[in-house]
DNA sequence: GTCGGTCCTTCACAGCGGCGAAACAATCGT
DNA sequence: ACGATTGTTTCGCCGCTGTGAAGGACCGAC
């Protein structure tokens, strides 16, 4: 619920934020425009009703957005999000596995060592250079994958 | 621009083809709700300035929904996409055929053998050629064949 | 605080294999 | 016969993977 154009500012910080909202457009001013589905706008004055069903549909569309916000693996290797998608290698394909199973909740570094590398670990260090190469792969979809010390990994949403 | 709800068959008709839809809502009607974004609603009377400035951000949703369309093969081996085509010769037509299938999804290349090749694979680097030759025929289209390493091809709009 | 140690991050390098692409040759269709 | 289509060879790049090493962040002990 944003009041424009007095509370414009707030209105882009939402915008950016990718959050649903409605714009509450004085007489005689005229609504911004854009074709995000996320943001509709009423002229005032204008009745609850008018006003709650917007508000319905706009729900609506942000919950359908969010499903639509959660990771997605293939069985090729493929991991799309938001319309984009990136190819994982194998070794990196069994990890983000576990990682989504788990997603936004800590996955111990044994649990991806054994996803990873089920017939047994090659090296000491071949784990932390696998995440730092997936992490990088992960950045242009808006994924990141936390550091929780000494307990594992945990993946989420780029803040 | 449909009346409601006047003409409810009509909007119904519309709908199921997937077009973008003003509906008009005369006082003390409850406006119709949906989720689509292709569908938006004005409580009457409203001004012409508002009604255009709904009309627009309908369009610019409808102009990209429609970028989001998929080429069209027929069994000449015409390939149609956004007012253009090419033609296609016999291998490369079969090939596009099972690509259109999946399309935005990974063909392993065995799959792709098969389909170009029903009687079995000439050579082992014959589909890397006959690949890089449709790349190039499909660059006017807009359409780029991604390569997912060790998993096959993907089909889909230049970025 | 600071010291030592553990955990983690990142880089550079090498082997392997998949894939890209040009050039050439053979074949097909008209 | 001529151009388009198709198959083959060959060369080289680049992606994937694992290893070693250097450095940084963090924690507890003192």
New binding site residues.
């Given amino acids: 619920m944003v009041r424009w154009p007095a509370e414009e500012s707030r209105l882009a910080e939402i915008r950016t934020a990718g959050q649903a909202r409605l714009v509450l457009v004085p007489e005689g001013v005229a609504p911004p425009l854009t074709s995000d589905p996320l943001e509709d706008w009423v002229r005032l004055p204008a009745s609850d009703e008018d006003v709650r069903a917007r508000v319905r549909v706009l729900e609506d569309r942000a919950r359908g957005a969010e499903e639509a916000n959660i990771p997605e693996l293939d069985e090729n290797g493929l991991l799309r999000l938001g319309g984009q998608w990136v ?7 069994r990890l983000m596995g576990v990682l989504l199973d788990r997603y936004r909740a800590v996955v111990s ?1 044994d649990a991806l060592a054994r996803a ?2 089920p017939e047994g670990i ?2 000491r ?2 784990l ?6 997936l ?1 990088r792969r992960l950045e242009p979809l808006g994924l990141v ?1 936390r ?7 945990l993946l989420e949403a780029a803040s």
Same sequence: chains 1, 2.
Avoid: A, K, Q
Wanted: no cysteine.
């Fill in positions: 190819s994982l290698p194998p070794v990196e394909h570094r990873g590398w090659p090296g260090n071949v932390d250079v696998h995440i730092v190469r992490r994958i550091t929780v010390r000494s307990r594992g990994y």
